[in-house]
């Protein structure tokens, strides 16, 4: 009965910075052990993992994009959020929310870099 829910502006201009937020529903992120992640899957090519939030408030970040990337939460809204700053046309992607472990995943949402 989980469900995550992308959130988020579909265009976003070069140099700025992308904001989404995942919404989670049936049950709270804060369950022990759970670990919330984004991942991103750029035209024609393969899902990539960007970092994650534990159910604790502890970040983790993919090595090539942790200078751009901060990820948090909210937990009376029961969300989590990625910033991906700097944004550039390669980081155009569909972006999606997930916890993996329990292969939930959020429907996705289109963002485009472009000016």
């Known amino acids: 009965q989980v469900q995550l829910q992308e959130s988020g502006p579909g265009l976003v201009k070069p140099s700025l910075t992308l904001s989404l937020t995942c919404s989670v529903s049936g049950m709270s992120i804060t369950t022990d052990g759970y670990l919330w992640n984004w991942i991103r899957q750029p035209p024609g090519k393969g899902l990539e993992w960007m970092g994650a939030?534990?159910?604790?408030?502890?970040?983790y970040h993919n090595p090539t994009l942790k200078s751009r990337t901060s990820i948090s939460r909210d937990t009376s809204r029961n969300q989590f959020t990625l910033q991906l700053s700097s944004v550039t046309p390669e980081d155009t992607a569909v972006y999606y929310c997930?916890?993996?472990?329990?292969?939930?995943w959020g429907q996705g949402t289109q963002v485009t870099v472009s000016s």
């Open positions: 997930a916890s993996i472990g329990d292969d939930k």
């Open positions: 939030i534990t159910y604790s408030g502890s970040p």
